[in-house]
């Protein structure tokens, strides 16, 4: 008896042809995420309402026929709301996919935990520092043609500590402000907004993160308003490295009249503790179960 002829097993290959991914992938990922889910309609479109918005009603408002304060600031207090929004989507472009449990899905698409942090990361601050550059640029250009050309009342000017720049008598705009009030304050924003991705990853959860991001931006203000007169030097500190005061000292209007006065240094503290927040992330992401 002879024995049976054993062929071998058939081989398949996909008609699709087989690619290593790389970071490229993951940012488009995230890009498609990013811009199809209303959350990120919502949140911008709300942002833009309040700066733009705001800075209407305060131009509309203002009914002196001279200035006091540098011509751009006038953009501060919608920023000063604009961010809250920022914040909110930075929490919610990673909690949101724990809440629903997306995130197993893109964990089993891309293994490289690292990878996915970095992509959101990425395309959320490139997002988020583009939108509120536009927008703090649109506000700038309105106080510019409002408040600009206008004569300067160089008195008041002086005993408030405003920064306000007079050329031939009539108020104007340096180039320190221009850049401070557009690029200065979008990356200011920005940041903030990485720092809340960086506590939704920590935290898992939006409320929570949400709200701790909110303590981070208005509770050193408001604790050292309320600080006892002997701890002046720590109030000092919680005042100008607080977010109102560092936005502000990025208009240069700073609240505390030795304190820094373009926000530059606010700015590269703002970098590192970001910086160190993602590395804890990026940490905690690798090593913890979904």
Known sequence: ?????????????SAIPVQKTHLGHALASEWTKIRTVRSTLWTL?????????INLLV?????????????LAFGLFGVLLGQLCVITLGVLVISSEYGTGMIRTTLTASPQR???LA???????????????????LTALMNNAAFGGRPANNEDAFYSGSH??????LTTASGSQWLGATVGVGLYVALLGLLSLAVGTL??????AITTMTGVVLLPLIVAIFMPAGLHALQEKLIEYSSPNAIASLYQMPMLENGSADGVRQ???????????????????????V
Not at 47 to 52: A, K, N, T, W
Not at 119 to 137: E, G, N, P
Not at 164 to 169: N, R
Not at 203 to 208: E, F
Request: overall charge positive.
């Open 1 to 13: 008896m002879t024995a049976p002829v054993q062929h071998p097993a058939p081989q398949f290959s």
């Open 45 to 53: 479109g709300v942002m833009l309402v309040l700066v733009l918005g």
């Open 59 to 71: 131009v509309g408002a203002s009914s002196h026929d001279y200035v006091t304060d540098p011509v």
């Open 114 to 116: 690292g990878r996915i």
């Open 119 to 137: 992509a959101k990361a990425i395309v959320f601050f490139a997002l988020s520092f583009t939108v509120t550059t536009v927008a703090c640029t």
């Open 164 to 169: 306000l720049v007079v050329e031939h008598g």
């Open 203 to 208: 935290l898992r959860h939006s409320a929570g």
């Open 267 to 289: 700015l590269i503290v703002l970098a590192v503790v970001t910086a160190v927040a993602l590395g804890g992330a990026y940490a905690v992401l690798a090593k913890r179960d």
